[in-house]
Each structure stands twice: as C-alpha cells, then as structure tokens.
C-alpha cells in the first residue's frame, strides 16, 4: 500500500467537487481581475437565469405527465370505470418509488441546505432528480404544490455555483438566498415576495440592511423575467378585487387570523405525524417501518387515489378549486369544511409517504377554504352581519396569507405574495392583521430556535449533521467554567477594574458576604461606568462619583441562570434569544449557589474539541480509545 506524501493527500481532501469546470471557470473570471462585489452580482445573474429556466421546465414537465397521466393513461382504461381515476395516483407512486429504490433519496430539502451551509455538494445530479420526482408527484396527483421544488431548484443552484465559485462561507450563504428568492419569484410571478423569503427565512432579518439585498434582487429579476418570458406574465392565478365593506370589519379578520394559527399549527403537525407514522414510529403504525421505503408512495397514492373518487379537488397542486373559492363560485358550507379536512390529511399522506412537492399551495388551499367556511360561519351565527362584510371570497384571500404565513414562518412574505397577487392595497390593513395574529400565536404555541444561527454565532455552523449530534449531548458541566472570578457586590468599580485587567478576566460573579450570586459583571458594564471622557465638562463629578460606586450599583441583577446537568444546546437557545455572553451556572434548587460559569468562548471551545476527539476516535488503537471521553 502506497501512501501519498502529505502535500499531495492535501491536494486530494481539498479538492472541489467539480474540479474541471471549476478550475476553468475560476480562470476565466480571474483573467479580469474583477471585485468579490463584481463577482457575486455576476453569479447572482446567472443563478436567476438558470433558475428562471429550471422552473419554467419545471412547469412543463409538470403539464406534460399531467397530460399523460390523464388523457393517454386514463383514456385508455377509463371504459373499466370511474375507479380507474384510483390508478393514476398508484402509477405515479409507482414510478417514484422506482427513483427511489434506484437513487435512495433526492438530496437535501431546502432547510437542510440553509443548516449545512459550508459543506461540499458531491452529487450535483440530485436536483434534477428531485424535480424530476416532483414533476411526476404533483402529475399524478399527489396532494402538493410545486412553490418548495421552485424555490431547491433556485437554492440548490446558488449552492452549486458557490462550489464550482470556490467563495468564502459568507458569500455561499447570500448565493443560497439568492437562488431561493429566484426560485420564489419565478414559481410565483412574484418577484418581491420572493426577495422577501429569501431575506426573512434563508438569510434572516439581519440581511435586511445588508449589501445581500442587491445580489437577492438582482436574481430574483431575472429569473421573473425568464419566468414571465416562458410561462407568461400572468400571476399564478387570478384572485378577485378585494371588497371593503366597513372598517369595522377588522375584528372579524383578527377572529381569521385565530383560527388560521390553529389550522396551520394542525396542518405542520399532521405532516410530522404522517412522516413519524410511515417510519414506524408510531404505536400501530409498527408494520409501516417494516415496508420497504420504494413501496410508501405506492400506498399513499393508493390512499389518495381512493379518496379522489368521491372528492377530485383534492388532487394535485389545487389552484383551480382555490380559483373556484376566490371567485365565488358557490361552495356550500359543508363542502369547504370536508375539504378542508380531507385536503389537509391527504397533504400529510403525501408529504409523509414519499411523494415529492412543497407545501405553500396545499397551505393557501387550507387557508382558502377554512376564510370561506369562516364567512359563511358569520353569516349564519350573526343575522344581519353579512351587510356589514365582505363576501366569502374576501376571507378567502386573507386566510390563505394567515394559514401560509403561519405554516412557514414567514409573514413578511405572505402579506407581500398577497399583495402581490391582488395588486390592491385594501387589502394591506386585513392581511396585516390576520397574518400578524396568526403567526404571533403560532411562535407562542409551538415556538422555534435557530440552531444554525446559535452556531453561528460560537464559529461552529460548519457543523455537518452527525456532528450536530454530538453538540447535541454536551451538558452544560463539560463547557462551564468551575472556579469563576467572583468579586465582592461592595468592591469599589476602579478596583474591580484593575483586577479584572490584571487576571484578564471578560466576566465576573458578583457575590455577597455569605458568597451567595446576586450579579454578574462584564468589561462592558465596567467600560460604560468608566467612561470619564465622555463627559468632559463634568470630570471632577463622576470622578468623584465611581470613586465610591460599589460593583452592586452597575452589576446585572436581573439574571438568566444556567444549570449543571441541562444539555448544553438548551442554554446555548436561552443566551441567543437574550443576547448574552455568558450565563451563571446554579443549582436547580437554589439559584444562588454557584457552581460555575459559562460562556461563549468557551462553548465554541468544548464543542470543537468533542468535534475533534469523535474524529480522531476512529484512528486510534483500541487500548488507547479508552482514554478518551467521549459523553454519549
């Protein structure tokens, strides 16, 4: 056995994942010696024209085995029966279970990528599986929309051109938004909705006052105008215009928004729940687990080709029942509700059985039918209101931007894709106040922590999965501190800054005479009661006035505690959504007995060295594995 010498195994572990292309694109962008800034808005370009392509030919493909599946397939056994309309979700399982017996999954969904920023792509062909197994998805049937394929085509391309681009963590992260927001827009006709996901939900609200805001618009242009050029300028579909009857009518819209939050927070539970099922994780859902996974599609379109029979509308993506809603064509109230429910359960099946597609158009499908149902509820518990508000059609509008906005997260995005759609800035105040409520007591009910931002923030969103999951058993005992410099709550604010300095401390544990916690102190809150130059024409007076300030007049009192035997990516949660540094380390039954310290600097620190003791692991002789500890 050979071995390579050091510079060349260096060579063969850093080499990109299209070294050819890569190398001679980066030559030829090299040879004009352009700005990053240059070469960003450049790539950004061409992420939104590919994207732009990508999901026009998305959109035809979709058109094309829909054609096949139900003229050519269905004309030809259609004699049998009206039941054979059953079979066209089964042959489309069928055919998606083949691809994935033949590829065993279709790469990564679009929050995998945000979360594994930084890692390599090593099988560029993915995507265009995956759209393709969309394409016969959402054309045979299945209960899910093509806006979460649009948006990975876009996303998984940014990605790829940051590879092949070889550019920093930063700018890879900005192309992903960028290609997301194309994919958006185009999938849409919807290009400033578009910049708004990508700034609200792949960047986050930091970006908004960024220079990612040019590269995301720049995509997003291009790829609504290669959109509009191969599938038209219309809107996805067509709303009416919106009515105001009396402003008072803004109360009925918060009711809206309320039972939109429930509906959404069902809708995401559900899908969990159906994926949890036909993994076998659920009680008497057992024998699910035991089936080979190419065979699931075939049984949720079994399940969904079944229910089809009786109610058609809730095959495919939708749109057209959603146009029915939106322009009154009269549904009664029965209806909406059984589709509403049916609508939601075959989405999970779908979602959670295999087949391949998004959910915003089986939300705004949710969110269509549940303003509807919701007007016509009014009408019937209130006599008389029905002069007084807007028709159905109305609440069907703003229920589809709550349940969506709720459903995603992403609220900015569902007022601006609505807005968008009706081009008519009436219905900007309900909208606002649906959406708002909506998702405000979604986040209470079933709050979310970005734990790609809380790794970020201590240098680790590097982080692959399995490595995710050794961050994920870490206590917080293995990261904190055990000996904290404790300082006396009456130690004059000079003296603990001299101290401080000396024992080049950031944070000390304020104590009293019983060495009991009452406060935490940081250089900031030193800095800031030192800060004499500032005020020059007052020196002599707060001079005089910290040389008799004691440590508890500008130590933080309100505290934020940590405790010993907690998983460290739970405190690591409670410092980002606060904005701390460090936290005391308590015990559960008394929180002012210290038992250490935690911080930061030192979170990044144990988390890289379990990273680095669960990889050399592998390498070294058993009898020394033994000497390394490694929580579990």
């Known amino acids: ?54 999901v026009v030919t998305f959109h035809y493909l979709i058109e094309l085995i829909h054609r096949l599946m139900l003229e050519n397939f269905m004309g030809a056994i259609a004699h049998w029966g009206a039941w054979t309309l059953a079979c066209v979700p089964i042959l489309g399982g069928l055919i998606v279970g083949l691809m994935r017996w033949r590829t065993q999954d279709f790469g990564p969904g679009l929050s995998t990528l945000i979360a594994s920023q930084g890692t390599e792509v090593t099988r560029q062909l993915r995507p265009v599986t995956k759209m393709l197994a969309a394409s016969v998805s959402l054309g045979s049937g299945a209960s899910l929309g093509p806006e979460g394929p649009s948006v990975e085509v876009g996303a998984n391309l940014g990605m790829l051109m940051s590879q092949v681009m070889q550019v920093s963590q930063e700018r890879q992260r900005l192309l992903l938004g960028a290609g997301a927001a194309a994919g958006l827009a185009a999938g849409f006709n919807a290009p400033i909705a578009g910049v708004f996901f990508a700034l609200e939900v792949v960047l986050g609200a930091t970006s908004f006052a960024s220079s990612a805001v040019s590269v995301v618009l720049l995509a997003a242009v291009v790829a609504g105008l290669v959109a509009q050029i191969g599938l038209g300028t219309q809107p996805a579909f067509a709303l009416p215009v919106y009515q105001v009857i009396s402003p008072l009518e803004l109360p009925l819209y918060l009711g809206l928004g309320l039972g939109a939050s429930l509906i959404s927070l069902t809708y995401t539970q559900s899908i969990g729940l159906a994926k949890a099922c036909f993994e076998g994780k659920v009680p008497g859902f057992e024998f699910l687990g035991r089936i080979p996974l190419p065979i699931h599609p075939i049984i949720g379109g079994a399940i969904v080709g079944i229910v089809a029979l009786k109610l058609p509308q809730i095959l495919g993506i939708g749109y057209g029942t959603i146009e029915a809603m939106l322009q009154d064509v009269k549904f009664s109230l029965s209806l909406l509700v059984v589709l509403l429910i049916v609508k939601l359960l075959m989405t999970a099946i779908s979602a959670g059985s295999g087949f391949v597609g998004g959910v915003f158009a089986p939300a705004m499908f949710l969110g269509a039918s549940f303003g509807a149902a919701y007007a016509k509820i009014l009408a019937l518990l209130i006599p008389g209101i029905a002069a007084q508000m807007a028709a159905p059609p109305a609440y069907a509008m703003v229920g589809m931007a709550a349940v969506l906005a709720a459903s995603v997260r992403a609220p900015l995005t569902s007022i601006l894709l609505l807005f968008e759609l009706t081009r008519d800035y ?3 105040l309900p909208l606002m106040a649906a959406v708002g409520l909506s998702f405000w007591l979604v986040e209470r009910m079933k709050p979310t922590f970005n734990s790609n931002s809380n790794l970020q923030q201590i240098g680790l969103a590097e982080l692959k999965d399995e490595k995710v999951e050794i961050l994920s058993s870490i206590f917080v005992e293995d990261a904190m501190l055990s000996c904290p410099k404790k300082l006396p ?16 401390h950031m944070s000390a544990l304020v104590i009293d005479e019983a060495e009991r916690l009452v406060g935490i102190l940081s250089l900031e809150n030193i800095n ?10 007052f ?20 505290l934020v505690y940590a405790y010993w035997n907690e998983p460290l990516s739970e405190a690591l949660d409670r410092m980002s959504v606060r904005g701390l540094q460090q936290l005391p380390v308590v015990a559960r039954d008394n929180h002012e007995r210290i038992l250490g310290l935690l911080q930061k600097d030192q979170i990044a620190l144990t988390c890289n060295l379990a990273v680095t003791r669960k990889a050399i692991h592998h390498y070294l002789p058993v009898t020394q594995k033994t000497g390394i500890a490694i929580r579990q």
């Open 1 to 54: 056995m050979t071995l390579l010498p050091r510079a060349e195994l260096r060579k063969v572990t850093e080499q990109p994942a299209f070294p050819t292309f890569s190398v001679r694109l980066t030559r030829l962008v090299n040879r004009f010696q352009p700005s990053p800034e240059t070469v960003v808005l450049f790539l950004a370009v061409l992420i939104g024209g590919g994207t732009g392509m990508g």
């Open 528 to 537: 800031s009661a030192l800060s004499v130059w500032e005020y020059p024409n």
């Open 539 to 558: 020196q002599t007076e707060i001079q005089a006035q910290i040389s008799n300030q004691s440590l508890m007049e500008i130590c933080s009192t309100e």
């Open 489 to 504: 709550a009456t130690m004059k604010v000079l003296e603990a800054a001299l101290e401080m300095t000396r024992d080049r």
């Open 426 to 428: 009436r219905i900007v």
